[in-house]
């Protein structure tokens, strides 16, 4: 069973860049979309972006500009480099992925753990 272990949070000032990574580990044949999704106290989740397989990437309009999503296929991880952060990015952060363990097996919704970001002075 495969699953998905997240890295990368922690505080940072108002203004500052942060670096979140996400791999993919266990049995997998195959992964489709990566995602990375948040949710704040008292908030719905929200999509933040995602990456398809051949590298697409769409994004939520809170974000577009300020961060970038992209993956390695050879590592199985997915990224997310958040910069120019502000107090409203403070939430939980959790990778997501489409991933098939096994060739003849369908694809299965893996998640992450959650990692903390907070952004403040």
């Known amino acids: 069973q495969g699953q998905l272990v997240e890295s990368g949070g922690g505080l940072v000032q108002p203004g500052g860049s942060l670096r979140l990574s996400c791999a993919a580990t266990?049995?997998?044949?195959?992964?489709?979309?990566m995602a990375w999704y948040r949710q704040a106290p008292g908030k719905e989740r929200e999509l933040v972006g995602s990456v398809t397989s051949g590298g697409i990437a769409n994004y939520a309009d809170s974000v577009k500009g300020r961060f970038t999503i992209s993956r390695d296929n050879a590592k199985k991880t997915v990224y997310l480099q958040m910069n120019s952060l502000n107090a409203e990015d403070t939430a939980v952060y959790c990778c997501y992925a489409v991933v098939r363990a096994r060739s003849y097996t369908s694809d299965q919704k893996y998640w992450g753990q959650g990692t903390q970001v907070t952004v403040s002075s």
């Open positions: 266990g049995s997998i044949f195959s992964i489709g979309t």
